[in-house]
């Protein structure tokens, strides 16, 4: 199962990027990379997902180098609403894997 | 579409009592998670389920924990008897097994055992 490591906090403001980067060093030939996204009083939502090389949607960017062992989430013009705690999660979903949350990358974006 | 339905959203009792919190997943997910939340140990697995059969429990802390899933509709998960260090907030998901769906949570329900 492979493990995740995650800052624990960062900080921002207005209108920057965010980038956060998890390291996921023996993550297994066959395993996706997801991030959550959680506020305050609400459960975990999805953000993004991917396996190799960049994926971007309406909401964010995964950028995931050749050797797959870290993965960056990349939000671009962080808004106050941005503040959340961000988790990466790494290996298949279904069958025998075991989602494993961590304690996630707490960000507060500052006006 | 309906998300994730969890019942209910706040519970407050007295440790010894019986706690049961209920789950509605999405329809058309056959996988189906129980978290639990809190400050010190942060998000934790307890079971899941895939086509209604338990897979793994190994995250239940206890005997005192519960969890069934009648049909693919609804899923229960019990305390019985509750303690204080139960309190938390448990989280429900669900999924589509079928390669790498991402889960979808309900709003959790806020557990407190005087």
């Known amino acids: 199962l492979a493990k995740t490591t995650q800052p624990i906090s960062m900080d921002s403001y207005e209108g920057q990027e965010v980038n956060i980067t998890c390291s996921h060093n023996n993550i297994a030939t066959n395993d996706y990379i997801t991030w959550y996204q959680q506020f305050p009083s609400q459960g975990p939502r999805f953000i993004i997902q991917?396996?190799?090389t960049k994926v971007t949607n309406e909401v964010a960017s995964l950028f995931i180098p050749a050797d797959r062992k870290s993965s960056t989430l990349s939000l671009p013009r962080v808004s106050l609403s941005d503040t959340a705690v961000y988790y990466c999660l790494v290996g298949l979903s279904g069958g025998s894997y075991i989602p494993t949350f961590g304690r996630g990358t707490s960000l507060i974006v500052h006006p | 579409d309906a998300g994730v339905i969890q019942s209910p959203r706040h519970e407050v009792t007295e440790m010894g009592q019986e706690v049961t919190l209920r789950c509605k997943p999405i329809?058309?997910?056959?996988?189906l998670f129980w978290y639990r939340q809190t400050m010190m140990r942060g998000l934790e697995l307890l079971i899941y389920?895939?086509?209604?059969?338990?897979?793994?429990d190994s995250g239940m802390p206890e005997d005192r924990f519960s969890a069934k899933m009648p049909n693919a509709s609804f899923s229960t998960l019990k305390i019985q008897p509750s303690e204080p260090r139960d309190s938390a907030v448990y989280f429900c998901?669900?999924?589509?097994?079928?390669?790498?769906?991402?889960?979808?949570f309900g709003d959790g329900t806020r557990l407190s055992i005087l």
């Open positions: 329809s058309g997910h056959n996988s």
């Open positions: 991917g396996y190799k």
């Open positions: 998901a669900s999924s589509w097994s079928g390669g790498n769906q991402p889960q979808h």
């Open positions: 389920f895939n086509n209604n059969v338990p897979i793994d």
